[in-house]
């Protein structure tokens, strides 16, 4: 930050770094659209292991590819796999059109004895109403009856009008409720004028004094009524006697208040129960922990109960305004269990239901298995929504749920307890049926994908460091072509395609499909082609048969050996993915054509830029060939293009800090030393072919590059050269007789 120099001073500021860091990209990042067992459909799912990949979309299948690519791809070094799964759209670019379906199953309820149906209140007795509070009763549907609560305070009211000729300390003693007797003395000072006490006066000094009770003036003003403060047929109101009643001439009876509750402000149950069982027919009220609950009479679930909205004492009493139906005690469907994902994997799932471990009996047990074995276990679930097991919270859970099943709550009738999963004993249940895997009719259209999806190719749209692209389950002319032209077109050269060859295919038929089927020949420099297929361990006998090994597409085990070979060393992606040291096949042990091991068979498919695979003996299994598919371009083999696209994508992101800033010798010279900086790290990992930085690389942003004309337009030219790396592809040796003893001694003879 700038100072100001007025006093004199030493400051200390500190520049701008004269050259910035360029960090590299990742060069590794493989994606790939395939076929799976299950999992996300068109959703970009980032793997670093293939059992993570395994957990999200299964295991092998007879119809994909997919899970021996992603194998391969790990076992051969690969570390990161951003992976999408695909299957058959009507439209591509509307992603709900899929072919695929989710399978389901309904778990039933255990067969019970009939139940009624009942309301349970939610607030804790007594209960605070007011005197005509309602709860309108509705059974079985029919029309609702009334219960009223009615209360009236006791009240007497004296005989004498005023004015009260009172004296100084005359009394007033009375009982009020049963409760102690009280005494209220009048004195002067409480009145104009204590010999001619007005009713209001006297009023006042009751209510000053008084306990459990108040006055008030009545008739038209003249008389006094003393009332008790508790309203119904506990209030009494008794006037004992006094020296001032011979005045005001209270009666001296016990008076008693009326209703049907003792007290209107702290109604008890049973209180309710009598007043409302003897209004409405066919319930009972009962007292549950402190809670009001109303029963209907009948069990069975044509027999109901409900409170209605038009109840002025529901809130009070904490009743719900639902209607509450009983139970026939036959089984009804309580839990559906969904297929997390789309598929038929679901024909193998079953689910076991046992009682709870916590021995809470609304509470039960959940496993899933699959093909019989167990795959998850969930404890202590319920029914009720509420509680913090609820069986939809857990199973759903985004990530401590299932991976192969969703839970749904059907809403079945009854408490937690009764509409708890049937335990099973012998018999699981399910399996899940009506699951579709939507590939019968899956093209490469689907695959491709659409951006309005988005799907196929398409979502890999949202992989930012994406750097490999491999489509296993999908081969063909329309399909390598539109790998290219992601690659090449929509991002822009950054990403490189590894094509699998058509399974089947002879030397002489991959030849013809890349001349001319395909024209993938001098296509594109961001895409390499391999044959022949490969062969591999069957992992699972009992789904691809009892032979020992099986054929797949190569791609995945060839992405692996390029993450590999990058990760091998700093610069690694500078070398060449092949040949017996870097190019290695791990887990392959055999090819599907082995006239690929003879050298006339490599003879004829490698100037067609098709890379072979291929042993010799002594030899690992390995990739032996380097061409990209163009060779007529710059960087013809596939490190110098990959590397290439490594330097070009880290300089690019290393540059933003140029873009929009001043355009001069020095802000060019900075941009100048920031790539040549970057660039001589290259160097030093080995990524040219020359001796020295000079002559490996060069770094122009000067004038001719960038005269006035360029500056107006605002436009910053750099350009950059670079001396790859070029591979030995032919070892000549040259022997020869060794004739130098001869020579030198005719040389001697001559002499």
């Not at 009145?191 to 009023?203: D, L, N, P, Q, R």
């Not at 050298?599 to 990209?628: Q, S, W």
Request: charged share 15%; aromatic share 6%.
């Amino acid at each position: 930050m700038a100072k100001e120099l007025l006093a004199s001073k030493t400051i200390i500021l500190e520049e701008e770094p004269r050259i910035r860091q360029i960090q590299g990209v990742p060069t590794n990042v493989l994606g790939m659209i395939g076929i799976t067992e299950r999992g996300p459909i068109a959703e970009l799912k980032r793997v670093l292991s293939f059992e993570e990949w395994a957990s999200y979309f299964g295991g092998d299948i007879l119809n994909g590819e997919a899970s021996h690519a992603v194998r391969g791809f790990f076992q051969n070094g690969g570390q990161v796999l951003d992976f999408v799964r695909t299957v058959h759209f009507t439209d591509a670019s509307v992603v709900s059109s899929k072919h695929s379906d989710k399978g389901s199953y309904t778990i039933p309820t255990a067969a019970t004895s009939a139940t009624a149906g009942s309301v349970l209140g939610t607030a804790l007795a007594p209960f605070n109403l007011e005197p005509s509070d309602t709860l309108i009763v509705a059974v079985d549907g029919a029309g609702g009856t009334t219960a009223t609560f009615t209360a009236v305070a006791a009240a007497v009211q004296c005989a004498t009008a005023e004015n009260y000729a009172l004296v100084n300390g005359y009394t007033l003693i009375f009982h009020i409720d049963a409760a102690a007797e009280q005494t209220i003395a009048f004195l002067t000072s409480e009145f104009v004028s204590i010999g001619a006490a007005t009713a209001e006066e006297v009023a006042a000094v009751i209510n000053a004094k008084c306990i459990g009770a108040h006055a008030t003036v009545t008739s038209g003003g003249t008389k006094v009524t003393i009332t008790s403060d508790t309203r119904g047929t506990a209030s009494v109101v008794h006037i004992t006697g006094g020296t001032a009643n011979a005045i005001l001439g209270f009666s001296t009876g016990s008076v008693a208040g009326t209703g049907n509750v003792a007290a209107i402000d702290a109604v008890s149950i049973a209180e309710v129960k009598t007043v409302v069982e003897l209004a409405v027919a066919g319930v009972t009220v009962s007292n549950s922990g402190g809670y009001a609950k109303i029963t209907r009479n009948s069990a069975g679930a044509s027999y109901s109960v409900q409170v209605t909205a038009p109840s002025t004492a529901d809130d009070e009493l904490g009743f719900d305004n639902a209607t509450h139906s009983g139970t026939s005690g036959a089984a009804q469907s309580t839990l559906k269990m969904w297929g997390k994902y789309d598929g038929t994997y679901v024909n193998d799932v079953t689910v076991a239901i046992s009682n709870a471990s916590s021995g809470v009996a609304s509470e039960f047990n959940l496993r899933v298995l699959d093909g019989g074995l167990v795959m998850e276990n969930f404890a202590n679930l319920t029914m009720d929504p509420t509680a913090d097991r609820y069986v939809e919270t857990i199973v759903n859970h985004a990530k401590t749920g299932s991976q192969l099943v969703s839970a749904e709550d059907v809403d079945a009738v009854g408490t937690a307890a009764q509409r708890r999963p049937a335990v099973t004993v012998t018999v699981h249940h399910g399996p899940l049926a009506g699951g579709l895997d939507g590939i019968d009719d899956i093209t490469a259209a689907d695959f491709v994908g659409d951006v309005g999806g988005p799907t196929g190719l398409r979502v890999l749209d949202q992989s930012l460091d994406l750097a490999l692209l491999a489509v296993p389950d999908m081969q063909g002319s329309t399909m390598h072509n539109a790998m290219i032209t992601y690659c090449e077109t929509i991002r822009d050269g950054q990403v490189f395609a590894i094509l699998d060859p058509p399974a089947g295919y002879s030397k002489t038929d991959i030849c013809t499909y890349v001349d001319t089927t395909a024209a993938l020949y001098e296509l594109s420099e961001f895409a390499a082609i391999y044959w022949p297929q490969v062969k591999v361990i069957n992992p699972n006998k009992n789904l691809f048969g009892l032979d020992e090994t099986i054929i797949v597409p190569p791609s995945g085990h060839i992405a692996g050996v390029y993450a590999r070979t990058d990760a091998s060393q700093p610069g690694g992606v500078y070398n060449q993915p092949a040949g017996i040291e870097r190019g290695i096949l791990r887990g392959v042990v055999g090819f599907e054509d082995d006239d690929v091991k003879q050298e006339t068979c490599r003879d004829l498919i490698y100037p067609k830029h098709i890379n072979p695979l291929t042993t010799a003996p002594g030899l690992p299994l390995h990739i032996d060939g380097v061409y990209a598919l163009k060779t007529s371009s710059n960087f013809p083999t596939v490190a110098e293009r990959r590397g290439v696209t490594y330097i070009e994508q880290s300089i690019k992101r290393g540059t933003q800090f140029a873009r929009h800033g001043d355009n001069t010798d020095t802000s060019r010279a900075r941009v100048n030393r920031t790539i040549a900086a970057f660039l001589l790290v290259q160097f030093n990992n080995k990524a040219f072919r020359g001796t020295t930085p000079a002559a490996s690389f060069f770094v122009d942003t000067g004038l001719g590059l960038n005269p006035p004309s360029e500056q107006f337009a605002m436009k910053m030219n750099i350009r950059i050269g670079l001396a790859t790396k070029k591979p030995a592809e032919f070892i000549i040796i040259r022997v020869s007789q060794d004739t130098r003893a001869l020579e030198e001694e005719l040389a001697a003879a001559t002499a």
